[in-house]
């Protein structure tokens, strides 16, 4: 009769354990909790994230401005990271090119793709969003819109 005692015991701590971080988290029952056993659907164990990688459990992206409203781009996005419209790498910015009004009009980046041999293309600015806490452009440009830009010939760095 002990031995039964202290086994509800112990199952009732342990269902506690488990439901502790689920109600601290908002209140919800286990089942309705990432990562919990139960949910419909999810195979996850407890403490592990489901296989759902839907849209709301994506991370979101920082904000990002048009890379032609940016003041200062020169120093700013020298070597920073450039990303294609489906959010793949496509290279890293090379240099800088400004309009008489010192507003950024394009910007030559080197390709890094295994195919690309350090490629440079020119990407009109109008075409670039920056995301200053990742130091990071995207493009609208599909990879192979990309791929399709002439070699930028005069890919010598621009002052700065």
């Known amino acids: 009769m002990i031995c039964k005692r202290i086994m509800l015991g112990a199952t009732m701590l342990a269902a506690i354990g488990l439901a502790a971080p689920a109600f601290a988290a908002g209140n919800a029952s ?4 990432p990562g919990m056993a139960g949910t419909a659907g999810n195979t996850a164990t407890p403490g592990t994230m489901p ?16 890379l032609s409203t940016l003041s200062d781009a020169k120093s700013k996005i020298i070597s920073a990271s450039v990303e294609d419209s489906s959010g793949a790498q496509v290279g ?7 309009s008489t009004s010192g507003k950024t009009s394009e910007v030559d980046v080197t390709l890094s793709g295994a195919t690309d041999n350090g490629k440079v293309v020119r ?12 130091n990071l452009l995207t493009t609208t440009l599909s990879k192979s819109e990309i791929d399709k830009l002439p070699i930028e010939s005069s890919s010598t760095p621009s002052a700065m």
Do not use: F, H
């Open 30 to 33: 286990p089942a309705q909790q």
């Open 92 to 98: 890293t910015v090379k240099s800088v090119k400004t």
């Open 51 to 66: 296989s759902d990688t839907s849209p709301s459990m994506k991370p979101a992206k920082a904000s990002t401005v048009p």
């Open 123 to 134: 990407i009109k600015a109008s075409k670039l969003r920056y995301e200053e806490s990742g």
